[in-house]
């Protein structure tokens, strides 16, 4: 039995590794072959902001398992090899190496397993008339991406130097990659401007996202929301060369020696679109129960839309805690193991830490938008405190937010702002989520309580309790 | 009608509270008294050690609402007043109060509310022939007992520094309050011994304690684990005036300027007791699930024994926490209202944060020995990881035990063991604990993942996968 793999990430290679434990337990032959377009396997996407911030020493300690160690586990691994078609019907993939330089081959497969990832929203006005992007200019995902920002931040702080004044940077994209960039161009100082056409974490409801901005802001950077992107600015004017600067709608310029691209991802379903395999709203595949697209045809990660467990709709929620579990979920499925991914809740953290602010963002479940969308008829309140107790050092204050469905009291969405120790209090809430509690079970559950941690009545539960005497 | 409280800490004053809102929203009158022995209403025993540690400026800042703030809300407040018995045939509290000193008095209830606490547990070795405790020898446990520790610690200081010698403090019983004052003293600078009849930490499975011991060493305490009291010995030999040191059962004497008697606490429930109200096997009152003892006697708070959600048997779990949650829901519940407290999964936290060491100290649910005697067919796993991705400068190593019965791979407990932001993940297993769920539930619910904040495979799921697939 043949498996091959398209994309050696955190779903692909978690899919080959669960396919060949599961063989094994089955006591099955099989063959399992990695495709991989770039030179990099089971790399961290989210640790590249600090690699480029200095935190991470190199690009290898993003590295989780290496081509080597794949290798060495019983896994075939073609890297610099893009999959160029598909044919479920044939049981084939295309793929075109870069050794001999574009060398076309047919791989036979028995199961196929697609997990292509998702690619960076690229605008047209980044790309010149060549269709490239213009120096200085890209967005932030793979490997790649963090050596050549590497790169391009130490050229422009150079080029800064040279002429007495602070490196420039403009970021588009006010979501998590973007307040992450943010922070890694602030700490590397960076004046900084963060230009998004909403508002800052556009993920969070409107008031906790103000917070947010309010720290960015505090912190350094300059925001212009409500502003889009017109056009770019390169050396002598022309749309060529190095970047120089952004013209935004209104008409002002923002000087930047680099621009990054943080517009978000799309999933990366080429493959199957020109097959034929069924695309949900947001362009992702749509895998069944078990992770199947079609007979013989398998998907997994940020090229999937995943089933939410409260809304029971698919939603695009790309992040590679659910590539690895969904990968090692079909991994196990495709050879009849009883692994499932059982969907998301849409769990999410990130932080601003520069320029003298610590702020900690976390949400899980639905924001306000989404659960009125979806038909709930939704009471939501915040709640102010502290991460610990108050006369503590240790106290910083947060914002919790809790959502609830009037009709039945359950717990919809919980959205957490805040100091050291603020963010990861989002996992309470998320396992509330998770077993459909109400929001009286996170009122009065029995969480964790010592000066240094927590108030007597912890936050997340006063911020129920407070909502739930209201429903 | 008039409601007695007998206690003026978290769950007496949340219950006088608690009451007051529900007469209010009932459009109902009446008048509540709260009886309180010592001066002091709603302080943070959980703080005093951090108090003593000079963490928090003064006793006062413990405080949560003084008396005044109780006055200006409505409650009666009697301080220095001490209950002596109690006539639930006759709807009475004895009292005694200190002003004019001594002078008795007969308060007249429809509701009774018992929320004497819980008191440390003080051996006979601790006292001198007059039954007094020994000059530097005290537990930690009162707003009171904060001060005298501040004032015993400062006088340490001044006679070892006057010897040219490291002022020496023993501290007996290695539990919370143990571990606690040892990281204050450590971060004094007091030589420091902890003497305890079994090990450090016994509410944690042996192995997960013993990281806990090994931090407490390395961290410059000397520990005498399997090692009991036998005696005091004070200045001149005499077992009066200062102490001098602690003779253990195997002889050795261990010489200490102070003695931290942190032996535990149980329930104070004299008044019951002698009002032949029905007590449990650790001593503690029974309430129903409303909170109530009898007609017209309800308890709340550490003087009782509380439901534990997973065992359902009753348990001595005095907490903070559990005492203002509980007085909130009998101070409704004894005017008719819903609130209900509903138990417990015993949860808890403290760390041991001194010479150079910090170790978070996590635990939910039953540990291995109380789960076999609760007749559960136990697995269990240890599995160490880091608190954020191993790249990360915030990554700290820890290690988690996670519980589940063979019979129905229902979770048991989790325990946690590790640096700076371990502790605080225990939230999540608690909650799936309340919820009942399942080992493979806590391994694929979806918790927050970035890199600053936990692994792309979050730990505490990793573990309970690690057991999940050995089940």
Known sequence: MRIVVVGGDAAGMSAAHSALRQARAAGREVE?????ATGHTSYSACGIPYWIADDVEEGADLVARTAEEHRAAGIRLRLHTRATAIDPAGRTVTVEGADPEGATDTIRYDELVLATGARPVVPDWARGPDGALLDGVHPVKTLDDGALWRDLLARAETAAAAEGRPPRAVIVGGGYI???????LVRRRFSTTLVTRSRVMGR???DLGARVAEALALGGVDLRTDTAVDRLVSADGEVRGRVRGV???DGRHVPADVVVLALGVEPATDLGRAAGLPLGTEGGYL?????RLAPGV???GDCCEQAHRITGHRTFLPLGTHANKQGRAVGAALLGGDLRF??????AITRFVAGGEHVEVARTGLGTEEAVEAGYDVASLVTEGTTASGYMPEAAPLAIKVLADRADRRLLGVQIVGGPGAGKRIDAAAAALWGSMSVDDLAWMDLSYAPPFATAWEVLQVAARRLAERL
Chains 1, 2 share one sequence.
């Open 342 to 347: 059982p969907g998301a809740v849409g769990t």
């Open 204 to 206: 969070l409801d409107e």
């Open 247 to 249: 013209v935004t709608t």
């Open 178 to 184: 973007g307040v992450e960039m943010a922070e890694t």
């Open 287 to 291: 895998p069944d129960g078990a992770g």
């Open 32 to 36: 399992v072959e990695v495709v991989e």
């Open 298 to 300: 398998w998907a997994a």
